[in-house]
């Protein structure tokens, strides 16, 4: 076999000894399981450029840093202070474990349980886990994870409120945290979530989120990319829905030296809907690569997506969304869009829509555009008395408008939007 | 108010502004009239300051400034307006935020204290009432979906918040209805004063039977070829630019 990735080999060194401490290592199962990830991790390696999937996206300066030795690295993009959200439930993890100090569970209401991954491993409670035959940071996180918010929510029960989860990182460390987090709404539960990833210093972080929705569930899932602008952040969710489920998701991605937000629905039960939404701002040296997966499985089923982008300086996004429409699952509607607003000439985007469609009566359709500011809005603008650089943050903002309507949750609106324009404020 | 001087410019490399001498004084309308490809709208936004036109020769002066020195939105700030032929719709911008945070930059940069949002509403209410204006206009964005005439108003209602002291009208008249140009007309002669000015660049006569001018300038190839008072426009209409060019 061809060499590993140094970063590889050097996961597959010292997975023995790792996997003597993490959670779980008591358990049979756990181990069993952590066995199985490690050998499809050792048998993918890292994905390179080759790889179908991660044309778009280079992850040399991850697996092999030394590669980069001696080129002068561009300057990171600068730090995001972390905005705190103000919230009744909130739960933090730090450097990749459970906080109990700085998480406030108190008063939740019946039928909704949060516990920690690391508490469930250790008493065995079983896990399901989505295919990582293709996917080696999924893989990579079932040999290593070590803990995460499992979150579970009864028959009919409704969160009139926030649940927070934080994920904070301090410092530097090569290892990475391999976060998993599982939620499950049962038969018409209804849930708003709000994941905060957030850090200082040169990490890795590679979060898994499983989500699984019974009938007649319902999950606002919003998520918050602002890690330290030197980390790594690989992120995979996967969504399963069952009959007259409804999926939303909405990520807002600012941090990271290289992201990789990677979503993934399948769409199992009829009249069931998943809602895709995000924006990237991006600017210095960022990469941020959206990668999403919605399955159609069976008939009489919507999805939506719609991604936008800001990049300025050498920033690159990456947007890749196929739409798989299964033989039979008549009546689907699909769309998907993706814009790209580019603020220098150095700045980039790739787009990839891939619609696969196997029913003959489906109602599908996606676009991708990417351009720069307009220059006849930004004039006219100038030519009522408004400065050129409030004239481009009015049209930055107003292209951003839309998508981020689409963020159901006020306060969160409220949240999103400021920090947008946080960003906006230091262009 | 304003003296141009020799005015040159060129787009893309070729010359379209071959020397244009004209002096608005206080209180006057200057109407500029032309054929298809004189310079009518080069000459508006070289004045109003638009990126790719390149001034090559000669002076503008306004009010004792470079004019040609300043930034468009600077220019915005001391007084001069540019009534779009085609006002530029923008997706995602309320025309109420639009207005106010022109006012408002225009307020600041005259060291006045900024609007507050109350008393934004307060003025622009009264001035599309004056103005028979729908104030739904007010939330939809900018430009965007308005028919040509209801385009014409919004540029009127800026007009009005933002009192110029020099007014440009680039074909002010083109696709607007009669009751449109009447709308549009009365606007700018709301705004007539002593020491108020406009240049009223157009292709055709009919705009000037509302905006009565003092003075007509006839522009062509880059120049002004014959100046006159308002009954120049009448010849015009009557004989054609090429007649008069000609002469």
Known sequence: ?427 | MLEIKDLRAEIGGKEILKGINLTINPGEIHAVMGPNGAGKSTLSYVLSGREGYEVTGGSVTYMGEDLLALSPDERACHGIFLAFQYPVEIPGVPSATFLKTALNAQRKFRGEEELDAMEFLKLVREKTAELGIKDDMLKRAVNVGFSGGEKKRNEVLQMALLEPKLMLLDETDSGLDIDALKVAADGVNRLRSPERSALVITHYQRLLDYIVPDFVHVLADGKIVKSGDKSLALELEEKGYAAISAA
């Open chain 1, 1 to 427: 076999m061809s060499s590993l990735t140094p970063l590889a080999q050097r996961y597959i060194d010292r997975f023995d000894t790792a996997a003597r401490q993490l959670p779980g290592a008591d358990n049979r199962s756990v181990s069993d399981l952590r066995r199985a990830g490690l050998e499809a991790f050792a048998a993918l390696d890292f994905p390179h450029r080759k790889v179908e999937e991660w044309k778009f996206t280079n992850l040399t300066a991850l697996t092999k840093p030394t590669a980069n030795e001696g080129r002068v690295a561009p300057a990171p993009a600068p730090a995001i202070p972390d905005q705190p959200f103000e919230a009744r439930f909130e739960m933090v993890f730090v450097n990749g474990r459970f906080s109990a100090a700085e998480s406030r569970l108190d008063g939740l209401p019946e039928g909704i349980s949060v516990t920690s991954l690391a508490d469930s491993l250790g008493n065995g409670t079983v896990l399901s886990f989505p295919s990582q035959e293709k996917r080696a940071f999924l893989a990579l996180n079932t040999a290593f994870m070590e803990d995460g918010l499992v979150l579970s929510v009864a028959e009919g029960v409704v969160l009139d409120d926030i649940l927070v989860v934080t994920f904070r990182s301090e410092g530097d460390q090569e290892t990475g945290r391999h976060l998993r987090n599982v939620i499950t709404l049962a038969e018409g539960s209804s849930l708003t979530l709000l994941e905060r990833h957030v850090g200082a210093g040169a990490y890795f972080s590679n979060p898994v989120t499983e989500v699984s929705l019974a009938a007649d569930a319902r999950l606002d899932h919003y998520k918050l990319q602002a890690e330290s602008p030197e980390a790594f952040h690989l992120a995979f969710t996967d969504a399963e829905l069952a009959e007259r489920a409804d999926y939303r998701n909405f990520s807002l991605s600012i941090g990271a030296k290289l992201s990789r937000n990677e979503l993934t629905t399948r769409i199992l039960g009829r009249e069931a809907e998943s809602h895709l939404n995000g924006a990237y701002l991006m600017r210095g040296s960022q990469h941020c690569d959206t990668t999403t997966l919605t399955e159609h499985r069976v008939p009489d089923t919507n999805s939506s997506q719609v991604y936008k982008g800001v990049l300025d300086d050498h920033a690159h996004g990456v947007f890749q969304g196929k739409i798989h429409i299964f033989p039979d699952a008549q009546h689907v509607a699909g769309d998907q869009l993706s814009k790209a607003l580019l603020l220098s000439d150095y700045a980039a985007v790739d787009c990839k829509p891939e619609l696969e469609i196997y029913a003959d009566d489906v109602k599908c359709s996606h676009g991708a555009t990417s351009g720069e500011l307009d220059e006849q809005a930004l004039f006219y603008l100038q030519s009522r008395g408004i400065p050129l650089a409030s004239a481009r943050k009015m049209l930055i903002e107003a292209f951003l408008a839309d998508v981020l309507e689409t963020v159901g949750n006020e306060r969160v609106k409220v949240y999103f939007d400021g920090l947008s324009r946080h960003w906006l404020s230091e262009a």
